[in-house]
C-alpha cells in the first residue's frame, strides 16, 4: 500500500514562489508515475505536472510550463514541485497522486492520492 502526503502549501503574492513536497511511504509496487493535480472551486481537477520515477521523464500542463519544475528525492520518496512566477490563477487545491502509467493527465488513471494541500495566490 503507497500513501501520499503533501505540504508546502499556504498563501503567496502572485509573482512569488512555492515549493510542494508529497512524501510517499508503503511499497511504491508499479506506480511509477507520480503527478500533481490541483482542483479549483468550479472547475475540472487538472494535471499539473508528472515524473516517471526511474526514467526521469516530465510532462507539465501547458499553462504551468516554463514556471513549474517537477521533481524527485529517492533518498526522500518525495515528490516536489517548485511553483515560479505564481498568477492568482494558480489558486487551487494541489494533490499528488501516484499510477502505473498511461495518460498521466486523466485523474482517473491514478490509484493513489494525498489529501491536498491548498495554495491561495493573492493579486
Known amino acids: 500500500k503507497l500513501q501520499l502526503v503533501e505540504s508546502g502549501g499556504g498563501s503567496v503574492q502572485a509573482g512569488g514562489s512555492l515549493t510542494l513536497a508529497c512524501e510517499a511511504s508503503?511499497?511504491?509496487?508499479?506506480?511509477?508515475?507520480r503527478t500533481w493535480f490541483r482542483q479549483a472551486p468550479g472547475k475540472q481537477r487538472e494535471g499539473v505536472a508528472a515524473m516517471t520515477i526511474g526514467s526521469g521523464n516530465t510532462y507539465y500542463a501547458d499553462s504551468v510550463k516554463g514556471r513549474f519544475i517537477i521533481s524527485y528525492d529517492y533518498d526522500k520518496n518525495t515528490l516536489y514541485l517548485r511553483m515560479n512566477s505564481l498568477k492568482s490563477e494558480d489558486t487551487a487545491m494541489y494533490y499528488c497522486?501516484?499510477?502505473?502509467?498511461?495518460?498521466?493527465?486523466?485523474?482517473?488513471?491514478?490509484?493513489?492520492w494525498g489529501q491536498g494541500t491548498q495554495v491561495t495566490v493573492s493579486s
Open positions: 497522486a501516484a499510477g502505473p502509467g498511461g495518460p498521466w493527465h486523466q485523474a482517473q488513471f491514478y490509484d493513489y
Open positions: 508503503g511499497s511504491t509496487g508499479k506506480n511509477y508515475v
